[in-house]
């Protein structure tokens, strides 16, 4: 197969900061001081698709690959003829889904420190410092991962024709050698991620399939 496909990537982090210092002077001999902070870290999702997302496809027409090396940029070359026109190119209605991956994770920490100190002098050369201090931290992370494992295929072929963008590469790595090899395979297909998920939704209810072979989240996408 000659596969590519669409991800999504994404979280937020926040941080967040208190502290408080105050010092206070009894009298000539005794000196207090409160230090207190508290802070927070937390990252996660910014999207429904979780923090990482790929869903893939691809054309079952290549009957043959060859890779020519001794340039910056080894040559891909792609034999697409799968019965039709010699050297057939990259159609649209032969791309199908094939698998798809959804990564989400999330994490939490917290840190609470408090620290009363004091000094009290004796005399004029003698003095003695104390103190307590508390520290508290709280850590969670968690982390999920469906996997799709359809990498033989999904739809049927048609069915992203509608939504498929016909892509190339050419022109993106001028300074290297090789990149304009005649033979280099520079056309792919993009899509968006929503528009890959809602045909493959639209295929497992057109195949009725039941909660239990679809998944947690009950689609299959």
């Known amino acids: 197969d000659f596969a590519m496909g669409t991800g999504e990537d994404g979280r937020e982090n926040t941080n967040d900061s208190f502290g408080l210092n105050i010092e206070w002077n009894l009298n ?70 094939t698998g798809s991956t959804f990564g989400n994770d999330a994490a939490f920490m917290d840190i609470e420190q408090a620290k009363v100190s ?24 968690v982390s999920s991962n469906v996997q799709l494992d359809n990498w033989g295929g999904l739809t049927r072929p048609g069915d992203l024709a509608d939504v498929v963008v016909r892509s190339s590469i050419d022109g993106q790595f001028d300074e290297l050698s090789g990149s304009d090899h005649p033979e280099l395979q ?36």
């Open 186 to 221: 520079t056309e792919f297909f993009s899509a968006s991620l929503a528009d890959l998920q809602a045909v493959g939704e639209a295929h497992y209810a057109a195949e009725g399939l039941d909660y239990a072979t679809t998944g947690d989240c009950g689609t299959g996408y």
């Open 28 to 97: 000539d001999r005794l000196m207090l001081a409160l230090d207190y902070h508290d802070s927070s870290a937390e990252t996660g999702a910014i999207g429904g698709n979780g923090t990482s997302s790929l869903v893939t496809m691809a054309s079952f027409n290549k009957v043959g690959q060859s890779l020519i090396t001794g340039f910056d940029m080894p040559v891909m070359v792609l034999n697409l003829n799968s019965g039709g026109e010699t050297n057939r190119p990259l159609y649209a209605n032969d791309m199908i889904i």
């Open 118 to 141: 004091g000094t009290f002098d004796f005399t004029d050369s003698s003095s003695i410092d104390f103190g307590v201090q508390l520290t508290e931290v709280s850590n969670r992370s």
